[in-house]
Protein backbone atom coordinates (compact mmCIF):
# COMPACT_ATOMS: atom_id res chain seq x y z
CA UNK A 1 0.00 0.00 0.00
CA UNK A 2 1.26 3.63 -0.88
CA UNK A 3 1.18 5.96 2.15
CA UNK A 4 1.85 9.71 2.54
CA UNK A 5 3.66 10.42 4.82
CA UNK A 6 3.23 12.51 7.63
CA UNK A 7 -0.02 13.57 9.60
CA UNK A 8 -2.07 9.87 8.80
CA UNK A 9 1.10 7.51 8.68
CA UNK A 10 0.10 6.25 12.16
CA UNK A 11 -3.09 4.45 10.02
CA UNK A 12 -0.92 2.24 8.86
CA UNK A 13 -0.52 0.85 12.57
CA UNK A 14 -3.92 0.42 13.14
CA UNK A 15 -4.41 -1.58 9.58
CA UNK A 16 -1.95 -4.13 10.37
CA UNK A 17 -3.23 -4.64 13.90
CA UNK A 18 -6.55 -5.11 12.37
CA UNK A 19 -6.18 -6.64 9.60
CA UNK A 20 -9.03 -4.91 7.78
CA UNK A 21 -9.61 -2.80 4.54
CA UNK A 22 -8.79 0.60 4.11
CA UNK A 23 -9.12 2.61 8.00
CA UNK A 24 -8.16 5.60 8.87
CA UNK A 25 -8.00 6.63 12.23
CA UNK A 26 -7.45 10.20 13.60
CA UNK A 27 -7.41 11.37 17.66
CA UNK A 28 -6.58 14.03 19.96
CA UNK A 29 -6.24 14.18 22.85
CA UNK A 30 -6.89 17.53 25.37
CA UNK A 31 -8.68 18.77 28.29
CA UNK A 32 -9.17 15.71 29.77
CA UNK A 33 -11.38 14.07 27.22
CA UNK A 34 -10.62 11.96 24.08
CA UNK A 35 -12.08 12.11 20.75
CA UNK A 36 -11.29 9.92 17.96
CA UNK A 37 -12.85 9.76 14.28
CA UNK A 38 -13.13 6.53 12.68
CA UNK A 39 -13.51 6.45 9.28
CA UNK A 40 -14.46 3.35 6.99
CA UNK A 41 -16.27 0.20 8.85
CA UNK A 42 -17.72 1.40 11.47
CA UNK A 43 -17.63 -1.59 13.75
CA UNK A 44 -19.88 -0.11 16.32
CA UNK A 45 -20.56 -3.11 18.20
CA UNK A 46 -17.34 -4.27 18.54
CA UNK A 47 -15.96 -1.07 20.11
CA UNK A 48 -19.05 -1.09 22.69
CA UNK A 49 -17.75 -4.39 23.82
CA UNK A 50 -14.04 -3.27 23.94
CA UNK A 51 -14.86 0.09 25.51
CA UNK A 52 -18.31 -0.50 27.72
CA UNK A 53 -21.35 1.41 27.95
CA UNK A 54 -19.50 4.82 28.77
CA UNK A 55 -18.25 5.78 25.69
CA UNK A 56 -19.89 8.27 23.80
CA UNK A 57 -20.71 7.31 19.91
CA UNK A 58 -21.61 9.50 17.36
CA UNK A 59 -22.19 9.19 13.36
CA UNK A 60 -20.67 12.20 11.84
CA UNK A 61 -20.19 13.50 8.41
CA UNK A 62 -16.15 12.04 9.00
CA UNK A 63 -16.94 9.14 10.18
CA UNK A 64 -17.52 7.77 13.62
CA UNK A 65 -16.77 10.17 16.65
CA UNK A 66 -15.65 8.66 19.77
CA UNK A 67 -15.59 10.46 22.87
CA UNK A 68 -14.36 9.39 26.22
CA UNK A 69 -11.85 10.23 29.47
CA UNK A 70 -8.45 10.54 29.04
CA UNK A 71 -8.14 8.60 32.13
CA UNK A 72 -9.18 5.70 30.33
CA UNK A 73 -6.81 5.64 27.75
CA UNK A 74 -4.00 3.65 29.74
CA UNK A 75 -6.61 0.89 30.40
CA UNK A 76 -8.01 0.93 26.49
CA UNK A 77 -4.58 0.83 25.40
CA UNK A 78 -4.06 -2.33 27.00
CA UNK A 79 -7.71 -3.64 26.07
CA UNK A 80 -7.31 -7.41 24.12
CA UNK A 81 -9.37 -5.70 21.45
CA UNK A 82 -7.15 -4.86 18.31
CA UNK A 83 -9.68 -1.74 17.28
CA UNK A 84 -9.82 -0.58 20.64
CA UNK A 85 -5.67 -0.57 21.34
CA UNK A 86 -6.28 1.14 17.52
CA UNK A 87 -8.60 3.92 18.79
CA UNK A 88 -5.96 4.20 21.85
CA UNK A 89 -2.85 4.16 19.60
CA UNK A 90 -4.80 7.25 17.44
CA UNK A 91 -5.33 9.25 20.45
CA UNK A 92 -1.87 8.78 22.03
CA UNK A 93 -0.31 9.48 18.65
CA UNK A 94 -1.61 13.37 19.02
CA UNK A 95 -0.21 14.08 22.29
CA UNK A 96 1.79 17.44 22.71
CA UNK A 97 5.55 16.20 22.76
CA UNK A 98 6.80 17.18 26.19
CA UNK A 99 7.99 20.86 27.30
CA UNK A 100 11.67 19.37 28.02
CA UNK A 101 12.68 16.03 26.56
CA UNK A 102 13.77 13.07 29.48
CA UNK A 103 17.28 12.15 29.76
CA UNK A 104 18.29 8.50 30.00
CA UNK A 105 21.95 8.32 31.48
CA UNK A 106 24.74 5.80 29.86
CA UNK A 107 26.08 3.01 31.74
CA UNK A 108 28.18 1.16 29.70
CA UNK A 109 28.96 -2.25 31.76
CA UNK A 110 31.62 -3.03 28.56
CA UNK A 111 35.25 -3.41 28.36
CA UNK A 112 34.99 -2.24 24.75
CA UNK A 113 32.17 0.02 24.11
CA UNK A 114 33.29 2.83 21.73
CA UNK A 115 31.84 5.59 23.66
CA UNK A 116 33.42 4.98 27.26
CA UNK A 117 34.79 1.02 27.24
CA UNK A 118 36.17 -0.32 30.13
CA UNK A 119 35.25 3.18 32.47
CA UNK A 120 33.02 1.40 34.27
CA UNK A 121 33.10 -2.59 33.55
CA UNK A 122 33.65 -2.97 37.85
CA UNK A 123 29.32 -3.00 38.92
CA UNK A 124 30.44 -1.23 42.04
CA UNK A 125 31.70 1.82 39.83
CA UNK A 126 28.98 1.46 37.53
CA UNK A 127 26.53 1.83 40.39
CA UNK A 128 28.51 5.26 41.34
CA UNK A 129 28.39 6.37 37.96
CA UNK A 130 24.51 5.42 37.79
CA UNK A 131 24.36 7.79 40.47
CA UNK A 132 25.69 10.24 39.46
CA UNK A 133 24.40 10.43 36.77
CA UNK A 134 20.94 11.01 38.51
CA UNK A 135 22.36 13.67 40.71
CA UNK A 136 23.33 15.72 37.73
CA UNK A 137 19.44 15.10 36.53
CA UNK A 138 18.64 11.89 34.20
CA UNK A 139 15.62 10.50 35.01
CA UNK A 140 16.23 7.51 34.16
CA UNK A 141 19.69 5.08 33.38
CA UNK A 142 20.00 3.02 30.41
CA UNK A 143 22.66 -0.24 31.65
CA UNK A 144 24.03 -2.52 28.75
CA UNK A 145 26.36 -5.34 28.96
CA UNK A 146 26.98 -5.58 25.39
CA UNK A 147 28.35 -3.46 22.78
CA UNK A 148 26.70 -2.46 19.78
CA UNK A 149 29.52 -0.55 17.99
CA UNK A 150 30.32 -1.46 14.50
CA UNK A 151 31.82 -4.77 14.00
CA UNK A 152 31.30 -5.77 17.54
CA UNK A 153 31.19 -9.58 17.93
CA UNK A 154 27.24 -10.90 20.39
CA UNK A 155 28.78 -11.61 24.28
CA UNK A 156 27.54 -14.82 25.89
CA UNK A 157 24.48 -14.78 27.76
CA UNK A 158 26.23 -15.98 31.02
CA UNK A 159 29.03 -12.79 30.49
CA UNK A 160 26.14 -10.57 29.89
CA UNK A 161 23.93 -11.71 32.85
CA UNK A 162 27.32 -11.38 35.22
CA UNK A 163 27.83 -7.76 34.00
CA UNK A 164 24.64 -6.25 34.03
CA UNK A 165 22.54 -8.01 36.86
CA UNK A 166 24.93 -7.05 39.34
CA UNK A 167 24.41 -3.40 38.45
CA UNK A 168 20.62 -3.45 38.52
CA UNK A 169 20.11 -4.68 41.55
CA UNK A 170 22.68 -1.98 42.76
CA UNK A 171 20.91 0.48 41.33
CA UNK A 172 17.49 -0.79 42.44
CA UNK A 173 18.26 -0.82 45.75
CA UNK A 174 19.39 3.12 45.42
CA UNK A 175 16.98 4.80 43.63
CA UNK A 176 13.22 5.07 42.17
CA UNK A 177 14.41 6.23 38.54
CA UNK A 178 13.33 4.59 35.59
CA UNK A 179 16.17 1.90 35.38
CA UNK A 180 16.52 0.54 31.39
CA UNK A 181 18.47 -2.66 30.26
CA UNK A 182 20.48 -2.38 27.14
CA UNK A 183 20.09 -6.08 25.45
CA UNK A 184 18.67 -7.98 22.48
CA UNK A 185 18.31 -11.04 24.86
CA UNK A 186 14.86 -11.61 26.87
CA UNK A 187 16.62 -13.80 29.22
CA UNK A 188 18.96 -10.84 30.58
CA UNK A 189 15.77 -9.02 30.22
CA UNK A 190 13.63 -11.31 32.09
CA UNK A 191 15.78 -10.86 34.97
CA UNK A 192 17.00 -7.05 34.66
CA UNK A 193 13.21 -6.74 35.26
CA UNK A 194 12.75 -9.01 38.10
CA UNK A 195 15.70 -6.89 39.98
CA UNK A 196 13.43 -3.60 39.13
CA UNK A 197 14.06 -2.41 35.61
CA UNK A 198 11.06 -1.23 33.86
CA UNK A 199 12.12 -0.57 30.74
CA UNK A 200 14.06 -3.17 27.82
CA UNK A 201 16.27 -1.16 24.90
CA UNK A 202 16.14 -3.77 22.14
CA UNK A 203 18.65 -2.17 19.54
CA UNK A 204 17.34 -5.54 17.22
CA UNK A 205 13.57 -4.10 18.06
CA UNK A 206 13.04 -7.82 18.56
CA UNK A 207 14.23 -9.71 15.45
CA UNK A 208 17.58 -11.09 17.53
CA UNK A 209 15.35 -13.08 20.33
CA UNK A 210 11.58 -14.07 19.99
CA UNK A 211 11.21 -14.20 23.23
CA UNK A 212 11.47 -10.44 23.73
CA UNK A 213 8.05 -9.35 22.42
CA UNK A 214 5.80 -12.03 24.50
CA UNK A 215 8.02 -11.29 27.70
CA UNK A 216 7.41 -7.61 27.54
CA UNK A 217 3.59 -8.24 26.79
CA UNK A 218 3.38 -10.43 30.22
CA UNK A 219 5.48 -7.83 31.95
CA UNK A 220 3.93 -4.84 30.97
CA UNK A 221 6.94 -2.80 30.87
CA UNK A 222 8.08 0.03 28.48
CA UNK A 223 10.18 -1.71 25.39
CA UNK A 224 12.40 0.46 23.04
CA UNK A 225 12.46 -0.78 19.37
CA UNK A 226 15.47 0.78 17.87
CA UNK A 227 16.21 0.39 13.91
CA UNK A 228 19.33 -1.19 12.60
CA UNK A 229 20.22 -2.15 9.15
CA UNK A 230 21.86 -5.48 9.48
CA UNK A 231 23.57 -6.91 12.90
CA UNK A 232 26.24 -4.86 14.78
CA UNK A 233 29.04 -7.19 13.45
CA UNK A 234 27.97 -5.75 9.46
CA UNK A 235 25.82 -2.65 9.51
CA UNK A 236 28.46 -0.45 8.58
CA UNK A 237 29.74 -2.61 5.65
CA UNK A 238 27.63 -1.03 3.09
CA UNK A 239 24.57 0.44 4.58
CA UNK A 240 22.03 1.33 1.58
CA UNK A 241 18.87 2.97 1.73
CA UNK A 242 16.96 4.73 -1.21
CA UNK A 243 15.12 6.69 1.13
CA UNK A 244 16.22 6.64 4.71
CA UNK A 245 13.72 8.24 6.64
CA UNK A 246 10.91 6.58 4.91
CA UNK A 247 12.50 2.86 5.43
CA UNK A 248 13.28 3.81 9.19
CA UNK A 249 10.00 4.68 9.99
CA UNK A 250 8.27 1.58 7.53
CA UNK A 251 11.04 -0.57 9.61
CA UNK A 252 9.54 1.08 12.98
CA UNK A 253 6.14 0.64 11.93
CA UNK A 254 6.22 -2.66 11.29
CA UNK A 255 8.04 -3.59 14.52
CA UNK A 256 5.90 -1.35 16.75
CA UNK A 257 2.91 -3.59 14.79
CA UNK A 258 4.60 -6.97 16.23
CA UNK A 259 5.04 -5.57 18.95
CA UNK A 260 1.57 -4.64 19.44
CA UNK A 261 0.77 -7.87 17.90
CA UNK A 262 2.22 -9.97 20.76
CA UNK A 263 0.33 -7.92 23.34
CA UNK A 264 2.50 -4.68 24.21
CA UNK A 265 0.16 -1.52 24.71
CA UNK A 266 1.32 0.99 22.28
CA UNK A 267 1.69 3.55 25.47
CA UNK A 268 5.09 1.19 26.27
CA UNK A 269 6.71 1.55 23.21
CA UNK A 270 9.40 3.69 22.47
CA UNK A 271 10.56 4.28 18.77
CA UNK A 272 14.15 5.17 17.73
CA UNK A 273 16.19 5.74 14.70
CA UNK A 274 19.12 4.39 15.95
CA UNK A 275 21.85 6.87 14.95
CA UNK A 276 25.04 5.14 13.57
CA UNK A 277 23.21 1.78 13.32
CA UNK A 278 24.18 0.88 10.13
CA UNK A 279 24.02 4.35 8.39
CA UNK A 280 26.28 6.60 6.91
CA UNK A 281 26.85 10.55 7.55
CA UNK A 282 24.19 11.16 5.01
CA UNK A 283 22.01 9.26 6.64
CA UNK A 284 22.18 10.37 9.71
CA UNK A 285 21.78 13.39 8.82
CA UNK A 286 18.44 13.11 6.98
CA UNK A 287 17.25 11.15 10.33
CA UNK A 288 17.89 13.98 12.52
CA UNK A 289 17.21 16.45 9.65
CA UNK A 290 13.66 14.98 9.63
CA UNK A 291 12.77 13.16 12.64
CA UNK A 292 9.68 15.23 13.28
CA UNK A 293 8.29 12.76 10.34
CA UNK A 294 8.86 9.81 13.03
CA UNK A 295 6.80 11.24 15.33
CA UNK A 296 3.60 10.82 13.42
CA UNK A 297 3.68 6.71 14.09
CA UNK A 298 2.56 8.15 17.44
CA UNK A 299 4.92 6.56 19.39
CA UNK A 300 7.07 8.17 22.17
CA UNK A 301 10.27 9.21 20.34
CA UNK A 302 13.71 8.15 22.20
CA UNK A 303 17.23 9.22 20.32
CA UNK A 304 20.92 8.35 20.71
CA UNK A 305 23.24 10.85 19.36
CA UNK A 306 25.71 10.92 22.01
CA UNK A 307 29.25 10.53 20.83
CA UNK A 308 27.98 9.28 17.80
CA UNK A 309 30.88 8.44 14.73
CA UNK A 310 28.65 11.07 12.64
CA UNK A 311 30.27 13.79 14.70
CA UNK A 312 33.45 13.26 13.94
CA UNK A 313 32.36 12.60 10.28
CA UNK A 314 30.87 15.78 9.76
CA UNK A 315 34.06 17.94 11.40
CA UNK A 316 36.05 15.59 8.77
CA UNK A 317 34.51 16.80 6.09
CA UNK A 318 34.29 20.34 7.16
CA UNK A 319 38.04 20.53 7.86
CA UNK A 320 38.89 18.16 5.31
CA UNK A 321 43.03 18.20 5.41
CA UNK A 322 43.06 20.33 8.78
CA UNK A 323 41.19 17.72 10.33
CA UNK A 324 44.19 16.11 11.53
CA UNK A 325 44.06 13.04 14.19
CA UNK A 326 40.81 12.04 15.21
CA UNK A 327 40.03 12.96 19.10
CA UNK A 328 38.70 10.43 21.49
CA UNK A 329 34.70 9.53 21.15
CA UNK A 330 34.17 11.07 24.68
CA UNK A 331 35.97 14.66 23.47
CA UNK A 332 32.64 14.84 20.99
CA UNK A 333 30.89 16.80 23.76
CA UNK A 334 29.76 20.06 21.30
CA UNK A 335 28.42 17.79 18.63
CA UNK A 336 26.29 15.62 21.19
CA UNK A 337 25.07 18.88 22.73
CA UNK A 338 24.43 19.98 19.06
CA UNK A 339 22.53 16.93 17.74
CA UNK A 340 20.70 16.75 20.92
CA UNK A 341 19.37 19.93 21.06
CA UNK A 342 18.02 19.30 17.39
CA UNK A 343 16.47 16.44 18.41
CA UNK A 344 14.65 17.90 21.31
CA UNK A 345 13.57 20.95 19.12
CA UNK A 346 11.93 17.67 17.00
CA UNK A 347 10.17 16.22 19.55
CA UNK A 348 12.25 13.97 20.50
CA UNK A 349 10.81 12.77 24.27
CA UNK A 350 14.01 10.80 25.93
CA UNK A 351 17.84 11.42 25.29
CA UNK A 352 20.07 8.73 25.55
CA UNK A 353 23.17 10.42 26.55
CA UNK A 354 26.48 9.80 28.22
CA UNK A 355 27.32 13.38 29.47
CA UNK A 356 24.45 14.16 31.23
CA UNK A 357 25.15 17.88 33.32
CA UNK A 358 25.91 19.43 30.24
CA UNK A 359 22.99 18.13 28.05
CA UNK A 360 20.98 18.99 30.38
CA UNK A 361 21.89 22.50 31.15
CA UNK A 362 21.74 23.10 27.29
CA UNK A 363 18.10 21.20 26.67
CA UNK A 364 16.97 23.33 29.27
CA UNK A 365 18.09 26.94 27.72
CA UNK A 366 17.23 25.41 23.72
CA UNK A 367 13.39 24.52 25.32
CA UNK A 368 13.22 27.86 27.06
CA UNK A 369 13.92 29.69 23.85
CA UNK A 370 11.78 27.64 21.61
CA UNK A 371 9.08 28.63 24.65
CA UNK A 372 9.40 32.08 24.84
N1 LIG B 1 23.30 3.48 20.92
C1 LIG B 1 24.17 2.66 21.52
C2 LIG B 1 23.73 1.65 22.37
N2 LIG B 1 22.41 1.49 22.63
N3 LIG B 1 20.19 2.16 22.31
C3 LIG B 1 19.29 2.95 21.72
N4 LIG B 1 17.99 2.79 21.96
N5 LIG B 1 19.68 3.96 20.87
C4 LIG B 1 20.98 4.17 20.56
O1 LIG B 1 21.26 5.09 19.75
C5 LIG B 1 21.96 3.33 21.17
C6 LIG B 1 21.51 2.31 22.04
C7 LIG B 1 25.63 2.81 21.24
O2 LIG B 1 26.23 3.68 22.15
P1 LIG B 1 27.11 3.22 23.41
O3 LIG B 1 26.29 2.48 24.38
O4 LIG B 1 27.76 4.42 23.95
O5 LIG B 1 28.22 2.28 22.82
P2 LIG B 1 28.35 0.69 22.74
O6 LIG B 1 27.19 0.14 21.98
O7 LIG B 1 29.67 0.48 22.04
O8 LIG B 1 28.33 0.15 24.14
Not at 113 to 124: E, K, L, R, V, Y
Not at 264 to 286: C, Q
Request: hydrophobic share 45%; net charge neutral.
Amino acid sequence: MTRASGENAYDFLGEVALGRGPLALTGEAGAGRVCVTLRGPAAQGELRRALGPQLALVETADGLRIEFAAERLREIAGSSSPLARAVAAAALARRAPPREPRILGVVNVTPDSFSDGGDFADPGRAVEHGLALLAEGAHGLDIGGESARPGSQPVDLDEERRRVLPVIRGLARETRALLSVDTTKSRVAAEALDLGAGLINDVSAGRFDPGMFPLAAARGCELALMHMQGTPLDMQLSPTYGDVVAEVAQFLRERAAAAWGAGVAPEKLWIDPGLGFGKRLEHNLALLARLGELRSLGLSLLVGPSRKSFIEHVRVRALGERAGPPPEARERLGGSVAAAVSCALSGAELLRVHDVRVMAEALRVAVAIRDA
